[in-house]
């Protein structure tokens, strides 16, 4: 299930992530018809990927997901259901494999995603929601993404979602020398350390770093720059040049408010807002001397990358989800193949128990049995090779199905194996973070005390 900037707008995308990272472990406990799930929630998109018992559940197993996130979101089931588009089949592995290698990004190529797919599978993991051949389609994309990344152009480029809303933001200045621009970064979270990175990388020497949840001490204590709090904020965003949001909390800066704080003040502001739920008040870009840059303001800005590069990047793509396609349907007959060694194997056994009774274990008995196991080994040597042919060819059930029908065994599926991480910082409290340290401190408090 796919909702993505490419088809809706992102506020109905950040919607439906709220309570994102329930909703794997709600929906397998829900409903037998979801034996996996993993989350991928990102600034732009928010996707389920999900595994059914049997082809005949996949509409079950949808309407499931579809319930669990219309109760976590607060929308109509009607609603979320239209707004998520569905892959089933061999377009899963298409799909995810294009989004991992950042063919499906706002901005064509970006890096992050990569991590934001390995992310989402060791979360799911971790709440042992990923079954095991979701585990293999999240590993096999990652692997992907490095091949995209390491063979391609598209992996030289280095752009990311940051990198073009930071050459947006020169773009708007009159002065581009990053290293006497004063940056405030709202976040912890991953975004909020690649805009570190790139910020250093350009030159930024003063960057100082809040984030609702207290813990920007611990965030620069390892990238540099200064941790705020309710206390310092204040004047921190009244002197800076640029403030970028990449926490995406349930609060934000207001417009009145950040007004308030820049009362009196000449300096140019640049807003950069790269929370999918926003950290800034879209009225901020009403203010004298404000600039408002958004997620939709850098996909407009995003450079298309060079024909040959896509082409070569999407053909390895098609090409590896190609194979891991034929690899899993010809895995998926492995159960019935072990099935029907088994069920052959025990008739033998049980055949050659008579004869040891009868004749006691002689050289005649032990010739029997060489002559028995090699004519079994040949006689399974067909329907072995059958089923690998019909696994290529997606009729692996019809094998299974001949197998209970005519021998009457019950082929056993694999056992399953052991939150989709947005990368921006979702730690929240119920007022703007402008309002200062009392309300930060009261909430702190609520959250240890929960």
Not at 260 to 287: C, K, M, N, W, Y
């Amino acid at each position: 299930m796919v909702a993505t900037h490419a088809d809706i707008d992102l506020e109905t995308v950040a919607q439906l992530s709220n309570g994102s990272s329930g909703i794997a472990t709600s929906a397998l406990a829900r409903s037998p018809a979801v034996k996996g799930a993993v989350v991928l929630a990102t600034c732009n998109r928010y996707e389920i990927y999900g595994e059914a018992p049997h082809a005949d559940d996949v509409e079950a197993a949808r309407a499931a997901l579809v319930g669990q996130i219309s109760e976590t979101s607060g929308l109509s089931e009607q609603l979320v259901s239209r707004s998520f588009s569905t892959h089933t089949g061999p377009d899963v592995s298409q799909h995810l494999f294009a989004v991992s290698s950042g063919l499906d990004s706002a901005v064509v190529g970006e890096r992050e995603i990569a991590g934001q797919v390995r992310r989402a599978l060791i979360t799911a993991q971790q709440e042992g929601t990923a079954s095991a051949g979701l585990v293999r389609l999240f590993q096999a994309a990652s692997k992907t993404a490095k091949d995209v990344g390491a063979q391609t152009a598209l992996g030289s480029r280095g752009l990311s979602i940051v990198s073009v809303a930071l050459d947006l933001a020169i773009d708007l200045s009159e002065e581009t020398d990053w290293s006497k621009k004063k940056v405030v970064v709202f976040g912890t979270g991953a975004y909020a350390g690649a805009t570190m990175a790139l910020l250093r990388e350009r030159g930024c020497r003063d960057i100082s770093v809040f984030s609702s949840s207290g813990r920007a001490a611990t965030f620069v204590a390892t990238r540099g720059g200064t941790a705020l709090d309710g206390d310092t904020l204040h004047a921190a965003v009244a002197a800076a040049d640029v403030m970028i949001g990449c926490s995406g909390s349930d609060t934000r800066v207001e417009a009145a408010e950040l007004a308030q704080v820049r009362a009196g003040s000449t300096q140019p502001l640049i807003a950069i807002d790269l929370a999918l739920t926003h950290d800034f008040d879209p009225a901020v870009g009403e203010l004298d001397g404000v600039e408002l840059l958004t997620l939709e303001s850098v996909r407009l800005a995003a450079p298309q990358e060079q024909a040959e590069s896509l082409a070569q990047a999407s053909a390895m793509v098609t090409g590896a989800a190609q194979s891991f396609e034929q690899e899993r349907e010809a895995r998926s007959v492995d159960s019935a193949i072990v099935a029907l060694r088994r069920h052959t194997m025990n008739v033998l056994d049980a055949e050659m128990e008579k004869v040891r009774a009868r004749h006691g274990c002689t050289a005649a008995a032990e010739e029997v049995e060489f002559a028995l196991r090699r004519m079994v080994k040949q006689l399974l040597h067909v329907p072995t090779v059958r089923a690998r042919e019909l696994a290529s060819n997606g009729q692996q059930d019809d094998y299974v199905a001949a197998l209970e029908t005519l021998y009457g065994i019950t082929v056993e599926q694999p056992a399953a194996a052991s939150k989709a991480e947005c990368p921006m910082d979702h730690s929240s409290l119920t007022a703007s973070p402008l309002q200062g340290a009392v309300n930060l401190q009261e909430n702190e408090a609520r959250r240890n005390s929960a």
